[in-house]
């Protein structure tokens, strides 16, 4: 693996050279044939079915219901993860086998459409009003780049905060007035952090969900303020709100909760009692099998407001490859992937939401308070908002730079104002 | 008594031309040294010439593995010595070289002249120090993970039988670099102790007992005969370090992800961002010529140490 990078740096750079002397086509286009003729192979990248049996069976039945359609059309899937999701599609393009169905989140839309990776579905009808009428609005700007849309939403990933009742009585709080503000947090997180004898936190008093970089958390406490992170591709937060934000994530971390702190689990740590209050993702497991009817009674569920109510929400949206020789049939799939049924086993596989209109009545929102909770809440849906085309990259120049503000090694006020230069 | 063999002088100072079967012969052993070498030649070729000459071709580019490029001439190299993340990861990456390098070569050294000894279990001990070198840097990794953890880790247990406070290693900017560091010096001990071993068991029996025979300590034995005989093969460990600590990824990429912020980013870790991340492959192309050039420099300075040491 050590040298597995610069070899494969190497033989994508081959690659792509190779493949810039021919046009990299392996199939013969099926695009205009009848489906029930159309005959090859569809490759579908998506981070939706996880590669567990569950999954894969989940996932077969997408294929069989396509298969109504597209007898003839082989289905290839590749179950990726948000992590290695770049990576699988920068080498297929390299390798001159590009994926017909990529699944991918908030933020990537852009970047790639920009670079005409992604095809632009107002080909196949997609428009804001269908977003609207069929599915969740909020994700309206997530799959917009230069005015076209080129994904649909499968499902939303909304996260809510949490806080633990008991914690909150044995501090003195009401649990049934929670803190909403940025303001009102601090101080009900530093009542809430537990210490022992030597200062050590032992059970933080808010868990910022921000383990490996502040991106996600900064754009939420910076919406809840009523700033979006970006407006029309231009940075909004190299301002006063953006400075008072980070100074704000800066004076919580190491105070209430450890940098860096996380469970083997990767679970929310309000979840498991290791913080008493936290931000959490769109589902809990109540059952015995989770973490139990009774730690679920503990919990009680709001949204920041500091201006703003808000909820952030990401999603899993589908897109077709612009270099697909089954764009026809690509559009098929991801029809047969928009199904509601099928949205609703994909929001169960993965404890999210629906992304279809009445995601409050979704069996997903019925099965426990935390996503009834966020789904109601779609309304108030924020995220990065219109991103500019270089976001890829941004995303690690947040992490890394935010990182550095708040562990004390660079100015916030210089890391604000270099991350808004950096974005193009 | 010593004898000169003397080459008998040429009856003529004319070259005698070869005959039609010894030039038959020549062409023969021509024809069949290339067609030994063909394999190799096709595989380098292929697998390191061409694609060299694609990422010197790519890094003056700006593909992104889109519809459109255009030339950008040396503007990716003038953008890296703008880059902080690519500056901070050149200076870790030399900072890891400069300091796993020879502190692993020395132990390594001092393990395996351990290991030359005529010592009891030394089977197992041998298999004990290869073992590192043969386990996957993922699960070499994930046990470190818990060594360093910050709450039930066995690095904070032991120091705290001192009273020493806990330090939180991988997730504190001061420390999750050293840290990594004694990882990479661990696992890397067993190739370079098995190579040291075999060096040593070459080290010429009768020169030792000469020296023995003159008077010579343990250590003037060492200094004076063992040192220059392992030579040559300091140098090939000195080189495949240089080339592996350059390398370093993937126990940087299961521990940290190069965080805390950028403070164990290294330079391949920041190639593969780019590249394969950021989908910048004609900036991590520009980012790959340079690491090449670094390491050429590195082993250019090794080979000078090398020679100097022999001249002494």
């Known amino acids: 693996m050590r ?16 493949s810039s002397c021919g046009n990299g086509v392996i199939e013969k286009s099926t695009d205009g044939v009848p489906p029930a003729e159309a005959t090859g192979t569809l490759r579908v990248l998506l981070p939706s ?18 298969h109504k359609t597209y007898p003839k059309m082989k289905v290839e899937p590749d179950f990726a993860t948000y992590k290695n999701l770049n990576e699988k599609m920068s080498t297929s393009i390299a390798a001159g086998i590009p994926y017909d169905v990529m699944v991918t989140g908030v933020g990537w839309v852009q970047p790639f459409a920009s670079k005409n990776i992604f095809e632009d579905l107002g080909k196949y009808g997609v428009t804001p009003d269908v977003i609207k009428e069929k599915s969740t609005p909020a994700l309206i700007p997530a799959v917009t780049y230069d005015k076209k849309l080129y994904a649909y939403p499968l499902i939303a ?32 997180a530093e009542k809430l952090t537990k210490r022992d004898k030597n200062g050590n936190i032992t059970r933080s008093g808010f868990d910022l969900a921000s383990a490996t970089g502040f991106r996600q958390s900064f754009t939420t406490f910076l919406a809840s303020t009523g700033t979006p992170l970006y407006v029309g591709g231009e940075p909004n937060f190299d301002n006063k709100a953006g400075l008072d934000t980070l100074l ?29 209050m936290g931000i959490v993702n769109g589902g809990v ?35 077709i490859g612009s270099r697909s020789r089954h764009k026809d049939a690509a559009w098929g799939f991801i029809q047969t992937l928009t199904k509601p049924t099928t949205l609703d086993a994909i929001a169960k596989l993965n404890k999210k939401i629906p992304a279809y209109k009445d995601a409050s009545n979704s069996p997903q929102a019925k099965s426990n ?38 562990l004390g ?13 950096q974005s193009r | 008594m010593s004898t000169t063999l003397e080459r008998p002088a040429l009856r003529t100072s004319r070259k005698v031309p070869p005959s039609k079967d010894s030039r038959t012969l020549l062409k023969s052993q021509i024809r069949t040294g290339w067609a030994l070498l063909a394999p190799a030649l096709l595989h380098s070729g292929i697998f390191i010439v061409i694609p060299v000459v694609a990422v010197l071709v790519l890094s003056l580019t700006n593909y992104s593995f889109g519809d459109t490029w255009a030339w950008v001439g040396f503007g990716n ?24 390098i020879p502190i692993s070569m020395a132990i390594s050294l001092a393990v395996a002249l351990g290991l030359n000894q005529k010592i009891r279990g030394l089977s197992f001990f041998r298999t004990a120090f290869y073992i590192p070198t043969v386990t996957a840097t993922v699960a070499v990794a994930t046990i470190w993970l818990w060594i360093y953890n910050p709450g039930s880790g066995l690095a904070n247990g032991f120091l705290s039988l001192f009273g020493f406070a806990p330090n939180r290693w991988l997730a504190d900017p001061a420390t999750a670099l050293p840290s990594l560091m004694v990882v990479g010096i661990w696992q890397g001990l067993g190739t370079k102790v098995i190579i040291y071993l075999a060096a040593l068991q070459g080290v010429s029996r009768d020169l030792l007992e000469s020296s023995e025979i003159d008077g010579a300590n343990r250590w003037q034995k060492f200094a004076n005969v063992t040192w220059p005989a392992i030579g040559p093969v300091q140098f090939f460990v000195l080189i495949t370090s240089i080339v592996g600590t350059f390398q370093v990824f993937d126990l940087v990429y299961v521990m940290t992800q190069g965080g805390p912020g950028s403070e164990t980013r290294v330079l391949v870790m920041d190639i593969y961002q780019n590249a394969f991340q950021d989908l910048k492959l004609g900036y991590a192309s520009a980012e790959t010529v340079i690491m090449m050039i670094v390491i050429a420099l590195f082993i250019g300075v090794g080979r000078l140490l090398q020679k100097a040491d022999a001249n002494d």
């Open chain 1, 49 to 66: 079915f996880p590669p567990s049996t569950k999954g894969k069976e989940a996932f077969q039945k997408v294929v069989d219901d396509f």
């Open chain 1, 369 to 406: 308070p935390l996503s009834q909770f966020v789904a109601d809440g779609l309304v108030y849906a924020v995220n990065e908002n219109e991103v500019p085309s270089n976001w890829l990259e941004m995303r690690g120049n947040f992490d890394i730079q935010l990182t550095q503000a708040v």
């Open chain 1, 3 to 18: 040298r597995g990078v610069g070899l494969t740096l190497l033989a994508a750079a081959l690659s792509v050279l190779v």
């Open chain 1, 285 to 319: 497991d109540c059952s015995a099998d989770g973490i139990g009817q009774k730690n679920c009674d503990d919990l009680e569920f709001f949204r920041f407001d500091s201006g703003k109510e808000i909820e952030y929400v990401g999603g899993d949206l589908a897109s």
């Open chain 1, 248 to 276: 704000w994530i800066k004076s919580m971390i190491n105070n209430v909760q450890p940098y860096g702190q996380t469970n083997a689990a990767q679970q929310p740590l309000v979840l498991t009692g290791e913080a008493a």
């Open chain 1, 157 to 188: 990933d909304a996260r809510a905060v949490a806080l633990r009742k008991s914690a909150f009585r044995e501090a003195g709080l009401d649990p049934s007035k929670p803190p909403k503000s940025l303001a009102e947090l601090k101080v009900a």
């Open chain 1, 409 to 421: 090694q660079k100015d916030p006020a210089k890391v604000l104002h270099n991350l808004a230069g």
């Open chain 2, 77 to 100: 190299y003038a953008d890296l010595f703008g880059d902080v993340d690519f500056l901070a990861s050149l200076w870790h990456t030399v900072l890891y070289a400069i300091v796993v």
